[in-house]
C-alpha cells in the first residue's frame, strides 16, 4: 500500500510581497480612473474619490465601536457620500452644461459665469452637522455629547478633505496635473523615508513625533523630501514628454507650456517638497487618531496595507496643499 505523504503546511506570502501586490492592484484602479478621466469625464475620478469617502467614513465609525449610536453612523454615511455627489455634480452642471467656455492660454478653456458648487457642498455639509446635532433631540436617550463629538470628528475625517481633491479633479486648469502630485509624490516621499529610516535611522535616530509614530525618523522625513522633489522630477519630465505628443496634448492640456527650463522646474520641485511634507503631516495625524483609538490599523480591506484610511492618510494633507498652490497660480498667472 502507498504511504501517505505529509502535507506541506502552504507557505503565506511575506509581507513586503502582500504590502506589493496590494500596492499594485492600488495603483492600477487609480490608473484606470484617471484615464477615464482623461478619455471621457471628470466625473469617473470622482467616483474613486467617493468610494474613497464612504469606506473611510465607514472604517471611522467602525473604529469608534459602540461609542457613537447608530442614527450617528447612518447620518455620517449619508452625508459623507452626500457633500462628494452635491460637490461634483453641482460643478459639472454649472462648468459643463451651463458654462460658457472661452479660450484661455495654452489652448485650454475657462468657464465665465457664477459657479455655485462649493455653496451648495458648504449647505450640504451643515445640513449634516445640523443633523447630528439635532440627534440630541430627536435621539435624547441614546446620544450624548461624546458621541457627538465622535460623529462630528467621523464626518470631517476624512470626506470633507476629500473635497479638496474633487475640487483638484475639477479645476478648469491644471487638474490632472494636481491628481498627478496628489498620487504620486506622496508615495515616493513615503518611499524614501522608509529607506532614509532604514539606512540612516540607527546613526540618526531622533524622532519627528515620539508619542504618535515611535519608527518615525527626522532624518527619514528628510528622506521624505527628497522623495517628493524626485517624484516632481518625474511628473515634470512626464508632462513635458505627453506634451510633445500632439494627440496626447489635446487629452492633457496644462493650460501652459511646459518647457525644460530653469524656473518651471523649480516650481514643481518646491512644490513636490511641500507636498511631501504635508504628506508626512496627514500620515501624521491618522497616527494620531489610531493612537488615541488604540488601533493599529483602520481597517483590513487592503491586505499589507490596513485600510482605505491608512492608505490615503497621506494623499488627504498633500491635496491640500496642491489644491491651493495650483489655484493661486491660476489666479496669479493664469
Known amino acids: 500500500m502507498e504511504e501517505l505523504q505529509p502535507q506541506q503546511p502552504k507557505k503565506k506570502l511575506s509581507n513586503l510581497a502582500l504590502r506589493s501586490i496590494t500596492a499594485s492592484a492600488y495603483i492600477a484602479v487609480l490608473l484606470l480612473f484617471f484615464v477615464l478621466k482623461l478619455l471621457v469625464s471628470d466625473l469617473f475620478f470622482d467616483a474613486i474619490i467617493l468610494a474613497f469617502a464612504l469606506i473611510g467614513a465607514w472604517e471611522m465609525t467602525r473604529a469608534f465601536k459602540d461609542k457613537m449610536h447608530a442614527s450617528q453612523k447612518t447620518v455620517v454615511l449619508i452625508f459623507s457620500a452626500l457633500i462628494i455627489i452635491a460637490y461634483a455634480a453641482s460643478d459639472f452642471y454649472f462648468a459643463d452644461i451651463l458654462g460658457v467656455h472661452l479660450p484661455a492660454p495654452g489652448g485650454s478653456q475657462v468657464a465665465i459665469g457664477r459657479n455655485y458648487a462649493m455653496h451648495i457642498v ?112 518625474v511628473i515634470f519630465y512626464l508632462c513635458y514628454g505627453l506634451n510633445e505628443l500632439d494627440k496626447i496634448t489635446e487629452l492633457i492640456n496644462l493650460g501652459w507650456s511646459l518647457n525644460v527650463d530653469a524656473l518651471n522646474l523649480l516650481f514643481f520641485m518646491g512644490l513636490g517638497i511641500v507636498t511631501a511634507a504635508f504628506s508626512q503631516f496627514g500620515d501624521l495625524v491618522e497616527s494620531g487618531i489610531k493612537r488615541k483609538l488604540g488601533v493599529k490599523d483602520m481597517g483590513k480591506i487592503l491586505p499589507g496595507h490596513g485600510g482605505v484610511l491608512d492608505r490615503i492618510d497621506s494623499s488627504l494633507y498633500a491635496g491640500l496643499i496642491v489644491c491651493a498652490v495650483l489655484v493661486l497660480r491660476i489666479m496669479i498667472v493664469g
Open 122 to 233: 458648504f449647505v450640504v455639509f451643515m445640513v449634516g452637522i445640523s443633523i447630528l446635532l439635532g440627534l440630541l433631540v430627536f435621539a435624547h436617550q441614546n446620544v450624548t455629547l461624546e458621541s457627538t463629538g465622535y460623529s462630528l470628528l467621523s464626518y470631517i475625517y476624512p470626506s470633507f478633505l476629500l473635497v479638496v481633491l474633487s475640487v483638484c479633479n475639477h479645476l478648469e486648469l491644471y487638474s490632472e496635473l494636481a491628481i498627478m502630485f496628489v498620487f504620486v509624490v506622496a508615495p515616493f516621499a513615503d518611499v524614501f523615508a522608509f529607506f532614509f529610516g532604514k539606512i540612516f535611522g540607527k546613526a540618526l535616530p531622533m524622532k519627528m513625533a515620539p508619542n504618535i509614530s515611535p519608527n518615525k525618523t527626522l532624518i527619514g522625513a528628510f528622506g521624505g523630501l527628497i522623495g517628493g522633489a524626485i517624484g516632481a522630477n
